[in-house]
């Protein structure tokens, strides 16, 4: 059986936890031993090799590792792919890609965003789908706060929209219902219901 760049070659036992353990070969000639599930869900592909030499090439090609640009980049593939960031469950769990033109190259990304000006971050236009250049821009910190809570849904009524949704239906600012439900911590039916007079 073959997945990914590796082929197995034999069964190694089992891990503390009876899982097992199998040896494989990898296409680049090294010999692995990985546990058996990792295979199935493939989150294991190669003996380490195709990491590796990601790594090497983007440290070779564009000689921007140290840059914002470049720190941008690794934060946003983390987000997505690498199951330890704190920001995974956000992101990659919650099925949030990058398209196939920056995933393996730093340079169409830095092509198509540029250099990120001073004091911006990348930020996604639709929060429901995923990095590429038609849906994501440099934003100030501020707007990305700002962006991340219109985008948060808020349930009332049985009904789930976000929050600028809420604001125009209820014939809100969307500033003042912003301000009632994050600052001031107020339940979404007060929030909505009670007269601007009144507050």
Request: include cysteine; charged fraction near 30%.
């Amino acid at each position: 059986m073959r997945f990914g760049m590796l082929k197995i070659t034999g069964i190694a036992g089992k891990d503390k936890w009876r899982a097992t353990i199998v040896n494989t070969k990898c296409a680049c000639g090294n010999d692995h031993s990985t546990l058996f599930k990792l295979l199935l869900r493939g989150d294991t592909k190669s003996c380490g090799c195709l990491a590796r030499e990601m790594r090497k090439s983007l440290h070779l090609t564009h000689g921007k590792t140290g840059t914002k640009a470049y720190f941008c980049y690794r934060n946003m593939l983390n987000r997505c792919y690498y199951k330890k960031s704190k920001s995974y469950k956000d992101y990659g769990k919650r099925g949030i890609s990058v398209c196939n033109r920056w995933k393996d190259s730093f340079e169409n990304f830095l092509e198509d965003m540029g250099e990120p000006p001073e004091a911006m971050t990348l930020e996604r236009i639709n929060n429901d789908i995923g990095y590429s250049k038609e849906n994501c821009t440099w934003v100030t910190r501020f707007d990305q706060i700002k962006n991340r809570r219109n985008s948060k849904k808020l349930t009332h009524d049985g009904k789930t929209m976000s929050v600028m949704d809420w604001a125009k239906q209820f014939g809100l600012k969307y500033r003042t219902l912003s301000a009632r439900i994050f600052e001031y911590n107020w339940d979404i039916k007060t929030a909505l219901t009670k007269p601007t007079r009144q507050w």
